[in-house]
Every structure is written in C-alpha cells, then in structure tokens.
C-alpha cells in the first residue's frame, strides 16, 4: 500500500527519550481518488514516528469497499500486508501476482528501489493493516525481493493464540531485530516478550484490556511481559528501537534531501523502479518536494 496524500509532509523519526505508555491516536487518510478509502494511520505520530523498525501503520475496515492503489514506488522499507477480512491482490515490478487473504503474509522488500500495485473486488469486505518496515543503514539498498506465507507460525498459551508475521520463529525476512504477531485473547492472558523491545498494541476487534479501539498504545522497553485480558484481536508490533536517523517522505525511506530527491526524479524520469504488468490504470505521478530541504532525524520529535 502507498502512501497517496497529494502533500506528503516529512516525517521525521530520533531516539526514544519518553517513559511511560502512551495512546497514539490516528488520522484519517484517504486512499486513493474520488471513491477514496478512508484508513486510519497511527504511525508515523506527531509524537512518535517509530516502533521499533516500524515506522508506518494504517488500519482499514471492516467496510464494503473496494481498494485501488495504483502503481508507486518504494525505496529502503519493508511492506507488511495483514488482513483480518478479505482479500487483496498485489503486483509488483518483479512480475509477482499474488493476493493475500486472513492468517497470510505479503511481504515486500523495497530495498534500492520496486513499484507494486494493490486492489481488490468490488462489494467485498475489508479488514486490515497495512505497515512499513525502516530498513536499516547496511541493507537499504538490497535488491527488492517479495514473499507470501501462507502459513505462519503458531504459539499458544494460557487465554490466547499467537500467530507470528514476523521475528521469532516466522519465516519473513527482517533486517533488525524485531516482532510481529496478531493475538487472539480469550480470557486472561500473559504474553512473555524482549525486554529490550519498545511495543505497539493495535485492537483489531473484540474488547481487549488495556488496548483502546482506535489508537495504537506504546509501551516503552523494559518489560518482560504484556498482560491482556477480554476477548478479541490485537495486533502486537515491536523491536529493538531503531538508533538511525532517516528521512521518511511519500513512499520513500532515505537518508538525506538529496537522496529522496533522486527517489522521485528517478520516479519521474527514470525506469529504475521498474514496470507493473497487468494493472488496469496509470501509475501514480510523484507530489512536489517542498520548498525547504528535507532533513534526517530520530524517532520522537
């Protein structure tokens, strides 16, 4: 999934200096043209631009609606695609066609540079979140590369299922030292995780204490464990907090002003990214670089 905002303001990531957790609450964004989907973005935050490696998260649904994400490039980050309900296919400049329904992973390695498109049916039911992955310094130029799962490991404890995306024992590939998991609780559960991970906890449905509907809640590192009680779905995203500054702007994750300008003229002008086959549209046109220079920064503002 792209980000289609026709002004993409900078977003900028530093380290974690806050203590305590917090309730990020989202922002609508419309995705796509005048039948625009609406999602709700939790990451990046105002306050907070990361979790870990990840460093973007949009929820959609459930609603009757069709998505339609043209062809738009990535550079330097990983695309998770997760569905609660659904199904959405996905093509990219590699030649890949795959869809991906509930309980399978679409994973995306932009990597040096790879365009993608994203749709599905007309009067169907979606459900689920879309997010990114920062690589870091030493793999953000690795050729792009795509994955699906169609079955993910389970682990199970007293009150909840766990079913892994990504760290552990799942089989996607991750460049740092990180955690995925959508959590099925029923009753009381105690979920044993890194204590040096900072945590994100998303309420995909159901009612599960303490995680609010809506905002995604951060828990900072230095916990052993994460208590949840109810009956619901959560989805719990983590990882080793990300040291590096990066500079995070429409659908590109770089280093510096010059190397996001070279994204978007490559975008523009170039067939580094490659070509989508088989999507029935134009690929998306690159919004203008602001007026001021793009500059790298931490993960909290």
Sequence with gaps: MS?????????VCAADGATGTELLTGRAVPLGGPRAMSVTRTLPHVRRRMIGAWCFVDAYGPETVAMRVPPH?????????????????????????RAVRPGQLNLMTAG???SHSEESAEGGTLHGVQLW????????????AFEHHAELPVLDG??????????GPSPATAYTPLVGAEVSVDGRAELAVEPGFEH?????DGAVEPVPAGPLLYLPPGR????????????????????????????????????IAAYRKEWTQGKGFGEVRGFDGEPLPAPELPGTRLKPRGRVR
Excluded: C, K
């Design 158 to 167: 007293p009150g909840y299922r766990s079913r892994v995306l990504m760290g």
């Design 200 to 204: 994100g906890l998303l309420l995909l």
């Design 224 to 259: 052993e464990r994460i208590v949840l009680e109810g009956r619901g779905r959560v989805l719990l995203i983590g990882g080793e907090p990300f040291a590096e500054e990066i500079v995070m702007w429409w659908n590109f994750v770089g280093r510096s002003h010059d190397d």
């Design 73 to 97: 490039p990535h550079t330097g980050l990983q695309t998770v695609s997760w569905l609660v309900e659904g199904e959405v296919l996905h093509r990219d400049s590699l030649g890949s066609l």
């Design 133 to 144: 992955v920062a690589l870091p310094e030493e793999h953000r130029g690795v050729e792009p």
């Design 3 to 11: 980000n289609l905002e026709r002004d993409p303001q900078e977003v």
């Design 112 to 114: 040096r540079g790879i």
